[in-house]
């Protein structure tokens, strides 16, 4: 066992961990952090992305050792006060979701997206979201959401 100290989601926690076990895993199962999912186990489809200190990553590709002394944030941890993160609440209002398993990790990737590029167009947000799967393949929706999200007043109506 390896002991871990890191913040997740504002919150400092201290534990011992196995040093096989994946950060995924440690959300889920020790924290109790199931808003953050497993879609592949593989790094493909990006379900499970979080953020580890403010950089987007497939916490089904990172060791939990490998997050000591860092800040995590997960899906949990974005809504402040009762209030939605603006880019959860532009996924609402867009419908950016039909069964919702990709959802905590596009919104996640398109968080990190708009940091890096806050206007993006539609095609830099189909690059930038091109690590996460849905399976529904409702594309059309997410990207409207982080248009909207972005603050980018949409040209067309209708879906
Ligand atoms: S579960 Fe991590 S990328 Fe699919
Ligand atoms: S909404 Fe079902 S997998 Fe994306």
């Known amino acids: 066992m390896t002991k871990i100290n890191l913040t997740v989601d504002g919150s400092k926690v201290s534990d011992d961990v196995e040093p ?3 950060l995924v895993q440690y959300l889920r199962e020790k924290l109790g952090k199931t808003g953050t999912v497993v879609g592949c186990d593989t ?3 990006g379900a499970c992305t979080v953020h580890l200190d403010g950089t ?4 089904c590709n990172v060791l939990a050792v490998q997050a000591e002394g860092s800040e995590v944030t997960t899906i949990e941890g974005l809504a402040t006060n ?3 993160h603006p880019v959860q609440e532009a996924f609402r209002e867009c419908h ?5 398993y990709c959802t905590p990790g596009m919104i996640m990737q398109s968080i990190a997206l708009l940091e890096e590029n806050p206007s993006p167009t539609e095609e830099e947000i189909r690059l ?4 996460n799967l849905c399976r529904c393949t ?3 929706n997410i990207v409207k959401a982080v248009q909207h999200a ?3 007043t949409s040209t067309t109506t209708g879906a």
């Open 20 to 22: 096989r076990m994946l």
């Open 43 to 45: 790094s493909n489809c």
């Open 128 to 131: 930038g979201l091109e690590g």
């Open 96 to 100: 950016g979701l039909q069964c919702g």
């Open 138 to 140: 409702g594309y059309h």
């Open 82 to 84: 009762g209030q939605l």
């Open 150 to 152: 972005a603050g980018a």
């Open 56 to 59: 987007s990553v497939k916490s």
